[in-house]
């Protein structure tokens, strides 16, 4: 147990104030959240979440081929290291389960509100009211947003996309009602969402034409199934497991986090990986076709063994024309060709800046977050915003997001806010707000720093916003990690009411 944790516990047995908490979502960072109050004996809080199960990005995704780009031992809870992984980056319905039975054996389903979205939260006289689409509210001391990145898809505005006869979705709202055997099914995207589909769905269908605005690096991680004697010997001997989330968290530390930050031999060596694996395609023109004109990692790295392999299969092709319009029939192309479809599937992606959207927000003096972002979101260290005392957010704005798994960034975070907890529980403040000053001083060094980061080397991504400034911590995870270890109140107005 961490010495915060153990603080708490101390303080609730000298009978001090606990506060009541509420959590917006109950994906990874909401699950999270809750987890470190119950260990720490805090039970009064409640988290509200919009649909009826738990699991945030891993529910809403269930696209064929879906699975995590960080090694499954190093995308978990650090203290709930899961010995019955069946893969490196196992499927998405894997970590769904994972999340689920965290959930249930820390008991959190009592806790928790399903079908309840929060459309609009406001402080008032000192406590956070929310209300929920179906009319109910509550009120706590304290507001934790867990509410995820990329969970607004991306439509893209492609003339006559209504018109498209056939079934049509994005891949965060997968049709598996469609049965895509046989089928000449196109793909519009090529992220890692497309990448990661190509490979199961080229053994499936007829046709699959890959529309490619722009090419991606593709990253060489080969992924490896973990035999019956691994899982059998990781679940009697639990330290192994836990060893390597260490190994993996130390890797991708050393390795991709240094790598996109500023130019040294890992991003060299990240480039000729990349290299080698595209030369991979024999094909010289769809090799072409296939190879970016920007740094590998300037967008979010992909990993994939599999990708190269299918796309090179014969019912498969990349269409790099660009799109003119979409007809009832199929795709068609500046060149006027008409790619005929079955099947569309949109792999566009997710709006990276919609943090909580569309729930309204109403902090200090009802300042709304809508005029607090008007530059576009803000936080300190990621978490809280000046106008809105009490409130926390998850994965907020310029999180150390770049390829590194979220859930050691989330639990860096929630570490934050219950350090924030115990000295509320103290009684030194009722309220804590970040300072305009320390927001200001924050970004001045975000901003001097992320012009050396390798997003910034000409390339469009989910990222960048809409004046091309990437919404990342532009250091390494492990600084964030630093920093973040003790609060620094002195960031903060702590008042008393
Ligand atoms: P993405 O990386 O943002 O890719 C979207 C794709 O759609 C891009 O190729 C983009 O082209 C294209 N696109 C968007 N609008 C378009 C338009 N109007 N016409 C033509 N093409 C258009 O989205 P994603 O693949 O869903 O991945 C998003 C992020 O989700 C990833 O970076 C990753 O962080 C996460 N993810 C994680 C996993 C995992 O394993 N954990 C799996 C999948 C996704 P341009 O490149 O030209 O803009």
Redesign the pocket.
């Known amino acids: 147990m961490d010495k915060v944790t153990e603080a708490i516990k101390r303080l609730n047995q000298q009978g001090a104030r606990q506060p009541r908490v509420i959590i917006m979502g109950a994906g990874m960072s909401g699950i999270l959240m809750g987890i470190r109050l119950l260990n720490a004996g805090l039970s009064n809080f409640t988290i509200y979440e919009k649909t009826d199960r738990i699991g945030g ?1 891993w529910r809403e ?1 269930t696209y064929p081929g ?5 090694p499954s031992y190093f ?1 978990t809870y650090s203290f709930e290291v899961n010995p019955n992984w069946s893969h490196r ?1 196992p499927p ?1 319905a894997e970590i769904q389960r994972y999340f689920e039975t965290v959930f249930n054996k820390y008991k959190l389903a009592p806790r928790t509100r399903f079908n309840e979205e929060i459309i609009n939260t406001q402080l008032i006289d000192g406590q956070w009211h929310i209300e929920t689409a179906n009319g109910l509210n509550d009120s706590a001391d304290f507001l934790v947003a867990a509410t995820g990145v ?1 969970h607004k898809i ?1 439509q ?3 003339q006559g996309l209504d018109s498209f006869e056939g079934p049509k979705f994005h ?2 709202r997968w049709d598996h009602g469609v049965d895509l055997k046989d089928k000449r099914v196109g793909i ?9 589909t190509i490979d199961p769905l080229s053994k499936l269908v007829s046709k699959l034409t890959l ?4 090419a ?1 690096w593709v990253f060489p991680l080969p992924d490896k199934a973990y035999s019956a004697t691994w899982i059998k010997l990781a679940t009697r001997f639990p330290f192994l497991g836990k060893s390597l989330y260490k190994t993996y968290k130390f890797l991708f530390e050393k390795s991709m986090g240094i790598a996109v930050t500023k130019p040294c031999l890992q991003r060299s060596i990240l480039t000729k990986l990349c290299h080698w694996n595209l030369a991979r395609v024999k094909d010289l023109e769809l090799r072409k076709k296939l190879t970016p004109d920007y740094l590998p990692g300037c ?2 790295l ?2 994939s063994m599999p990708f190269y392999s299918a796309i090179q299969k014969p019912n498969c092709s990349v269409v790099t024309e ?2 003119e319009k979409i007809e009832s029939n199929g795709v068609r192309t500046k060149d006027g060709q008409l790619h005929e479809l079955d099947v569309l599937v ?5 709006d ?1 800046f919609a943090f909580m959207r569309p729930m309204s927000m109403q902090g200090l003096n009802g300042l709304t977050l809508d005029d607090a972002w008007k530059k576009g979101p803000q936080a300190l260290r990621a978490m809280a915003i000046p106008g809105f005392p009490n409130f926390f957010m998850l994965i907020g704005p310029h999180s150390p ?1 770049g ?1 590194h798994s979220l859930i050691a960034i989330a639990e860096t975070q929630t570490h934050y806010i219950m350090q924030c907890i115990e000295k509320y529980m103290q009684g030194d403040f009722d309220f804590i707000e970040a300072k305009q000053q320390a927001v200001d001083d924050f970004y001045t060094s975000v901003n001097e720093a992320l012009p050396n980061t390798i997003w910034t080397t000409g ?4 990222y960048l916003d809409d004046k091309g400034i990437p919404g990342l911590w532009p250091w390494s995870p492990q600084q964030y990690a630093k920093e973040m270890k003790v609060a620094n109140f002195s960031q903060y107005h702590l008042t008393k009411a």
């Open positions: 990005t995704n879906i699975a995590c780009d960080i995308y980056f998405g990329l991306n893209p505005s492609i891949t965060a519009i995207g090529s992220g890692s969402t497309a990448i990661q529309f490619q605005r722009t991606q967008k979010r992909v990993m660009q799109i949109l792999a566009t992606g997710f990276g997001i390829n390339c469009q991504s989910w």
